[in-house]
């Protein structure tokens, strides 16, 4: 059974960090590009940021560059991003995201609510 959970969510004042992990579980999770994503209410889903298999290279969304780091252990089948000087339009339903191409494979967590707030 596939299970991405994602935890450290929660409520933090402007210029404050979170940090957001995902365990994985039921799947090969080395194989998989690690993602994460995040949708505001009646929006679609905005790639945030994205690790390769190896963790040799990532990609980040011009809005979080500088501020959002993601990071993956294959040995502890964890995915974390690291969100820094955090900004309310930051805010919004952070979703934990494996994909595998040659499979056209995609999994998704049940997503962590990150609220930026004075």
């Known amino acids: 059974q596939v299970q991405l959970v994602e935890s450290g969510g929660g409520s933090v004042q402007p210029g404050g960090s979170l940090r957001l992990s995902c365990a994985a579980s039921?799947?090969?999770?080395?194989?998989?590009?690690m993602r994460w994503f995040r949708q505001l209410p009646g929006k679609e889903r905005e790639l945030v940021a994205s690790?390769?298999?190896?963790?040799?290279?990532?990609n980040y969304a011009d809005s979080v560059k500088g501020r959002f780091t993601i990071s993956r252990d294959n040995a502890k089948n964890t995915v974390s991003l690291q969100m820094n000087s955090l900004k309310p339009e930051d805010t919004a339903v952070y979703y934990c995201?494996?994909?595998?191409?040659?499979?056209?494979?995609?999994?998704w967590g049940q997503g962590a609510q990150v609220t930026v707030s004075s």
């Open positions: 995201n494996a994909f595998r191409q040659v499979f056209g494979t995609n999994y």
């Open positions: 039921g799947f090969t999770f080395s194989s998989y590009v």
């Open positions: 690790i390769t298999t190896a963790g040799g290279l990532t």
